[in-house]
């Protein structure tokens, strides 16, 4: 999709209500800006609040992948209550 925008005076550009729409992107949302040669490259741009980062360190999302092989592949146990899975840990 391609489209024409206008620069305003305070530097703003307007994405239309179609494109937007085609990028799944909502009022308030950051966009990442890359210049190369003489284009700008927009790229919608998710922001992580700190202390959430973690999660998404490459190491985290690791475990996140080999606990869903895990699950998808039945090697998981569940528990009745609390102190049933108490006594399985002290097993």
Request: aromatic share 8%; hydrophobic share 40%.
């Given at each position: 999709?391609?489209?024409?925008v206008k620069?305003?005076?305070?530097g703003?550009?307007?994405l239309s209500p179609a494109l937007r729409r085609v990028l799944g992107l909502r009022?308030?949302?950051y966009l990442h800006?890359?210049?190369v040669g003489h284009s700008l490259?927009?790229?919608?741009?998710?922001?992580?609040?700190q202390d959430q980062?973690?999660?998404?360190?490459e190491e985290w999302q690791a475990a996140e992948r080999a606990a869903q092989e895990d699950i998808d592949a039945?090697?998981?146990?569940?528990?009745?209550?609390?102190?049933?899975?108490?006594?399985?840990?002290?097993?």
């Open positions: 999709m391609e489209n024409v620069l305003s005076r305070d703003q550009v307007k009022d308030g949302e800006v890359q210049v490259i927009l790229t919608p741009q998710k922001l992580i609040d980062a973690y999660f998404w360190s039945g090697r998981v146990v569940t528990f009745g209550d609390v102190d049933e899975l108490v006594r399985d840990l002290n097993s």
